[in-house]
């Protein structure tokens, strides 16, 4: 399925940032339009190695803007939208829910109906050539709220969500399917486990680990630590979204997951014995764990059966844990030495 003008929305955030460049280079041919709003979350030095590549533009704007999306749906006559621009930060949602209801459900909501009135004549009538046009949504495992110390997420596991922010995606998964089964639209989405890697925003839990600990800070870490999520390398996941973006069943869910499950004090543990090595000081960064009062409605444990994208699609994981963690920690060290 190949695609000429792909509307990217949120490619200033976390993955976006790291998928853009990955598709421009993999794609040549394709023109890329990043739809990003640069709330704190989003950077442009993320994208600045892409500035002036002669396939990328960049919009800065909101998904709620119903006619900012409608001219870019004009201006540039998008076969494909690439959605992962979200709020995606738990205990923000937890402080501040009413950003995250407006822009992860109508925002999605937004751009799901200017697509399908640009693409469709009526329910399931495509435009001529806009058949194999495609809606692709980015979502979570948090969806389907928590697991015991047992079983693994699958694609038809039922929803559970226990954050607003989780109540939010789940709400825009629902949304995307419905235009999927109402009006046939080529929707396609994917559920992602907690990613990690280069250019996420300080506020989560890998940068911060390694932030606070070359600063000397203590090193928060809520209830006591034993929390368990699915690891997947952030380039992982964006040759996976790659993958069912082209290859993917229209209407169908993908499960992408890393296979690397950690508990948050495990995470924290390796991240501080691995700076013990890189940047050593008098006592080991360990020394900086420090317990915090549990975030409310903490769930216990995620991990993602990715069997089906791995089975029809061909996907597997490049990195474990130990290489990607060691990338991560690299490029941090980089980046809080230069700032």
Not at 199 to 206: D, N
């Amino acid at each position: 399925m190949k695609h000429n003008t792909i509307l990217i929305t949120g490619g200033a955030g976390f993955i976006g940032s790291n998928f853009i460049p990955f598709f421009l280079e993999t794609y040549t041919s394709t023109k890329i339009v990043n739809l990003d709003k640069l709330t704190y979350a989003g950077d442009l030095s993320n994208v600045e190695e892409i500035d002036s590549h002669s396939n990328y533009t960049f919009v800065e704007g909101d998904i709620c803007n119903r006619a900012l999306v409608e001219k870019l749906f004009v201006t540039y006559n998008f076969d494909a939208v690439i959605h992962f621009a979200a709020e995606s930060h738990v205990d923000n949602s937890i402080k501040q829910p009413d950003e995250f209801i407006k822009t992860n459900i109508f925002g999605t909501f937004n751009l799901l109906d200017v697509a399908k009135n640009a693409w469709m004549e009526n329910a399931h009538i495509f435009k001529k050539g806009c058949e194999s046009h495609r809606f692709h949504h980015i979502s979570t495992d948090e969806v389907y709220g928590s697991l015991g110390q047992s079983g693994l997420f699958l694609e038809d596991t039922p929803y559970a969500p226990n954050s607003p922010y989780s109540a939010s995606k789940a709400s825009s998964d629902f949304i995307v399917r419905s235009y999927f089964h109402t009006y046939g639209m080529n929707v396609i989405t994917t559920n992602c486990s907690n990613n990690y890697g280069p250019k996420q925003h300080s506020e989560k839990l890998i940068p911060t680990i390694i932030r606070k600990a070359i600063s000397g800070e203590q090193i928060p870490i809520y209830g006591d630590g034993k929390n368990i999520r699915d690891w997947l390398y952030v380039l992982d996941h964006c040759k996976g979204i790659d993958l069912v973006f082209r290859n993917g069943k229209k209407g169908e869910t993908y499960n992408i997951g890393g296979c690397n499950e950690r508990a948050n004090l495990d995470i924290a543990n390796t991240i501080c014995a691995s700076l013990d090595i890189l940047k050593p000081k008098e006592e080991s960064y360990k020394k900086q764990i420090h317990f915090v009062t549990d975030r409310p409605g903490h769930d216990f444990r995620y991990a993602i059966d990715a069997s089906k994208i791995e089975g029809e699609l061909g996907w597997k994981a490049d990195e474990n844990f130990e290489s990607g963690i060691k990338k991560t920690i690299d490029w941090y060290l980089k980046k809080y030495s230069n700032t």
